[in-house]
């Protein structure tokens, strides 16, 4: 198999996560490409990336994802060239938009042109990596510097004081829609889809390639990193499996029904997209009004069975190779213990 693994931490719940130490350790040893972290509204990404990080020295270290609106460009690049330096030159950095609910109500800021926000964030990043010229922006949501009420008109275009290890640290985008993915594949080094399957593929192929064709596209196909996030369990028979796949089914319903508003819901969206228009309408109909049983009793066995990777040994390693067929170059696997990171890896050579 060429696809490499990458061990997805996630964001914290109510309290930090105990063993991950333990995780990180396994994953190094078992030949892991990544460890990965996320952020929601409660713990950030970065932090637990360098505190678990420091006890590794061949493993990428990635965000999946940071949200843009946390935090101005140039603070999100000053995270990237200190935890590059630190590890070595092994930073990956995952950026996304969010959606509005976090956005303005979390973070307190707009929402409006995700698109257009994104391609300023990035070219700010990479002026601030490349340390070529003192940082500026003409753009109306980052201006560089800033000349807007409340200015005293004294910014100055500034350049890192810290010369960055590398120069064009990876971007990657988390994107869902067709005019973000093909953006995705125009300006960024990779992608990380979280509903990508082997059967949608086919529809993203098209927006990916979209933005391939842009004039100045900085990747093409073969060489643009897609890192997928499933789940992804061996079993040892069909009982197993199917007590695997009613599990995964209400985080289906979550993101399907209950991850944003009902008048934008982005992954009810990609839903919609997939084919499962009627149901999606359904699951999110019921969970808005609370009823999260109900909806989960909707998600049909081969919906799940398509998102994720679950299976016998045989089973698992014909799925990975569906997957990679298909463009993925990583997994974003979470798992849950020592053991289960060292037979994946195992079942997977």
Request: net charge negative; with cysteine.
């Amino acid at each position: 198999m060429r696809v490499k693994l990458g061990l997805q931490l996630g964001y914290w719940g109510a309290q930090p996560p105990t063993g991950v130490g333990e995780l990180v350790a396994a994953a190094e040893e078992a030949g892991f490409d990544a460890i990965f972290t996320a952020e929601a509204w409660g713990s950030d990404a970065f932090t637990p990336l360098a505190w678990w990080g420091r006890e590794t020295s061949r493993v990428r270290l990635g965000t999946s994802i940071v949200q843009m609106s946390g935090r101005t460009p140039t603070s999100i690049a000053m995270h990237a060239l200190t935890i590059d330096h630190l590890s070595g030159g092994r930073f990956v950095l995952g950026l996304g938009v969010s959606g509005p609910q976090v956005v303005e109500g979390w973070y307190g800021q707009p929402f409006g042109k995700p698109l257009a926000r994104t391609r300023e964030v990035v070219s700010i990043i990479r002026q601030v990596l490349a340390r070529e010229a003192p940082v500026t922006n003409a753009g109306p949501h980052y201006p560089m510097p800033f000349n807007g009420e409340g200015s005293v008109g004294l910014g100055k275009p500034l350049k890192s004081i810290v010369h960055p290890l590398r120069s064009d640290i990876p971007i990657w985008l988390g994107a869902e829609g067709p005019k973000n993915v093909a953006q995705t594949a125009e300006i960024a080094d990779g992608w990380i889809p979280i509903f990508y399957t082997p059967r949608s593929a086919p529809m993203y192929a098209d927006w990916l390639a979209e933005g391939f064709a842009r004039p100045g596209a900085r990747r093409t196909a073969d060489n643009f990193e897609i890192a997928a996030t499933c789940h992804l369990q061996v079993v040892s028979d069909a009982a197993e499996k199917q007590a695997a796949l009613d599990a995964m089914k209400p985080f289906v319903a979550l993101y399907m029904g209950g991850m944003g508003a009902k008048e934008q819901n982005f992954h009810n969206q990609v839903f919609e997209r997939m084919g499962y228009a009627d149901l999606a309408g359904k699951v999110q109909a019921l969970y808005l009004t609370g009823e999260k049983d109900k909806a989960t009793a909707l998600i049909p066995d081969d919906l799940v069975d398509d998102l994720h990777i679950i299976g016998t040994e045989g089973e698992v390693r014909e799925k990975v190779a569906q997957w990679e067929e298909t463009g993925v170059t990583t997994l974003l696997l979470s798992l849950r213990s020592a053991a289960e990171v060292h037979r994946i890896a195992e079942v997977l050579g």
